[in-house]
């Protein structure tokens, strides 16, 4: 049996916000169908800068990018988004003067025909935003905006879903439910990418991780390699490596 195509593939991406500034300097990932993938660094690593080369926010110099089979490297936004790729940025992600449902309705503007039962599909993942549909985003708690956004980016039933920071500046509750809510929509038959600075939590759920250091990639391997890997806790997780109960992980390559 053949395996599953690739459904995001960046290889060698190199660029920055100002010309002649590189802040990826090299940087590569892939997603595989059903996979949590996650990349962790240190502040100033390119991570957030990795996801929106990914999206088309940023136009890499060098390198390429291919979702689904087609290469979008340099497409604009709304162009990814129809080859099956949503993005949640971390910081405004949602409308806050609009009502939940006229977010999601958002969402879904290049899906009309759809718009009501992909609706329906939300409020059934996420069980509290039907409670709170005709509740205005900008009073919604923190952890509810963030629910909201990952709701509105899954508007056009994407295949891969672009996650910069989900957790960033939440209450340690909300942070819990965020990571709960990534593996349902992930069970839902989602592929997820996500840059997070929790590394031990999200790693815990990843199925592939990447260390970014300085623009590249410094350490890849799954999420358990990863935290049992000494220099990776040493330099990354704070000194602590994680027990398994299972005895010894194989530690990640050094890229």
Do not use: W
Not at 70 to 75: K, L, N, P, S, W
Not at 125 to 141: I, N
Not at 142 to 163: K, N, Y
Not at 212 to 237: C, H, I, K, S, W
């Amino acid at each position: 049996m053949s395996e599953a195509p690739t459904l995001l593939s960046a290889d060698g991406l190199v660029g920055g916000y100002v010309a002649e500034v590189d802040i990826l300097r090299g940087c590569s990932l892939v997603a595989n169908p059903g996979e949590i993938v996650v990349v962790v660094g240190p502040n100033g690593a390119g991570k957030s800068t990795l996801v929106k080369a990914i999206f088309g926010l940023i136009r890499p110099r060098e390198g390429r990018v291919v979702v689904n089979g087609h290469d979008v490297t340099g497409a604009k936004p709304h162009e990814i988004t129809e080859r099956g790729m949503s993005y949640v940025p971390q910081v405004a992600n949602v409308f806050p003067t609009l009502t939940v449902q006229e977010n999601l309705e958002m969402g879904g503007i290049t899906r009309r025909r759809e718009v009501r039962r992909r609706i329906d599909d939300m409020y059934a993942l996420f069980p509290r935003l039907g409670e709170r549909r005709r509740q205005h985003a900008g009073t919604m708690s923190g952890g509810e905006r963030q629910m909201l956004a990952m709701a509105r980016a899954l508007m056009p039933e994407p295949s891969v879903l672009l996650l910069d920071e989900p957790s960033a500046g939440l209450a340690p509750q909300a942070v819990g439910e965020v990571f709960e809510t990534c593996k349902e929509i992930n069970a839902a038959g989602v592929t997820i990418v996500m840059i997070e600075q929790n590394a031990r939590r999200a790693l815990s759920l990843a199925s592939r991780g990447y260390v970014l250091e300085g623009g590249q990639n410094r350490f890849t391997g799954t999420g358990p390699e990863l935290l049992a890997d000494p220099m990776v806790a040493e330099l990354y997780l704070g000194g602590k490596r994680l027990s398994e109960a299972t005895g010894e992980v194989p530690a990640a390559s050094d890229a």
